[in-house]
């Protein structure tokens, strides 16, 4: 007979800790959340893309100027250093010194 009430006691403990655990599992779970994944977008379509640093400054340009697509890449007091175009269907490299005189180009 104290082997069965032994077995209850066991039995009814082991289900209180499975109702307070559960319990605590619910509430913990509510208080954390995942984010949601960000979404992935394959394409943009756009006549320009601005890139700003994060005083708002425009760093870097792509878009289309006189007909031929073109990259800009600017200086932090927004002059410009590198441009990657192309001429007539040709490609062009570009780059300025600080004083915006050229110091390199190809072709």
């Not at 984010?35 to 340009?61: N, W």
């Not at 927004?78 to 005189?101: C, F, H, M, Q, W």
Request: positive net charge; glycine residues 12%; charged residues 20%.
């Amino acid at each position: 007979m104290a082997k069965k009430l032994r077995m209850g006691a066991v039995l009814v403990a082991a289900m209180a800790a499975g109702y307070f655990g559960g319990l605590m599992g619910q509430a913990t779970s509510q208080a954390v959340t995942a984010s949601p994944a960000p979404s992935v977008t394959q394409e943009v379509t756009a006549r320009s893309i601005v890139l700003l640093d994060s005083a708002g400054r425009t760093r870097g340009r792509l878009g289309m100027f006189n007909g031929e697509p073109r990259l800009d890449l600017f200086d932090s007091a927004g002059k410009p250093r590198d441009v990657l175009t192309t001429i007539n269907g040709e490609p062009r490299i570009i780059l300025y010194d600080s004083a915006g005189k050229v110091i390199w180009k190809a072709p």
